[in-house]
């Protein structure tokens, strides 16, 4: 928490409050459950948590313990049997398929395992893919200073099939930010690179994190290298546990 040693005025403090603290993801009760009768699977089992802005948050668990089912949920990807998810305090389970995609577009950004660049076009180029696609208002040079900021303003023209792995990362990064999404969503952004570059890549992430006052939900297998963050949810058996300074508690209700 920041201590202030001079007066906020009301209207002023409020909107620090909100920029500061307000929660940007909240999952109520969300189940998920795939197939009926006898092949009937929970994926999801009753989860419960919010997150609040700026938070880097990591959602962890073993191979089909539900964790890229929830990534998919808050990403609009997939519709809950039965609960709620609110973004920015929009309750997005009663969009429709027009309302869902737009509302993907420009509230949530993406990184990807891969990094999912169109090869035949520069490092540019694909960063202003998203702008193109939600009809933003964000600019070519917003997207050169990302480049900056990810260490690539160097690599700008290039086509997108003539750099390096971590260096595509990091464009795929540039990109999911663009749009000043609500959340970045990362599904193993680490688990195609070596120890070095993924550290490196985690370093970055956690960078724009503090400097954007940026919210990331990231699924990982490679705990050991995002150290302190500011919550992990584990996911067992389609159920949600969080840790929190060192502390652990079961999150569902």
């Known amino acids: 928490m920041h201590h202030y040693t001079h ?5 002023n403090y ?4 909100r920029w500061e603290l307000a929660k940007v993801l909240e999952v109520n009760h969300l189940t998920k459950i795939y197939g009926d009768g006898d092949n009937k699977v929970k994926a999801l089992d009753d989860v419960s948590f919010s997150i609040e802005r700026g938070q880097v948050v990591l959602i962890v668990g073993g191979s089909g313990s539900g964790k890229s089912t929830l990534l998919n949920m808050i990403g609009l990807l997939d519709s809950p049997t039965n609960g709620e998810i609110f973004i920015d305090e929009i309750n997005t389970t009663t969009l429709n398929d027009n309302q869902i995609s737009s509302f993907r577009n420009k509230k949530l950004g993406f990184i990807f395992q891969f990094s999912n660049l169109l090869a035949d076009l520069s490092v540019l180029e694909n960063i202003l893919l998203p702008i193109q696609i939600a009809g933003t208002q964000s600019t070519e040079k917003e997207a050169r200073d990302l480049l900056k900021a990810v260490g690539l303003e160097d690599q700008i023209q290039k086509r997108a099939n003539k750099i ?7 464009v795929a990064i540039a990109r999911g930010l663009i749009n000043k999404p609500s959340i970045v969503l990362a599904d193993e952004p680490t688990g195609n690179l070596d120890s070095v570059t993924s550290q ?6 956690k960078s724009m994190a503090k400097k954007l006052n940026q919210t990331f939900v990231i699924v990982t297998h490679d705990r050991q ?7 992990v949810i584990t996911i067992k058996d389609g159920k949600a546990f969080q840790d929190e300074e060192h502390s652990t508690m079961e999150i569902t209700v």
């Open 7 to 11: 007066r906020i005025g009301q209207q």
């Open 14 to 17: 409020y909107l620090w409050r």
């Open 164 to 170: 390096s792995g971590g260096q595509a990362q990091r």
């Open 200 to 205: 490196l890549i985690v370093d970055l992430m």
């Open 225 to 231: 290298h995002f150290g302190d963050v500011d919550k």
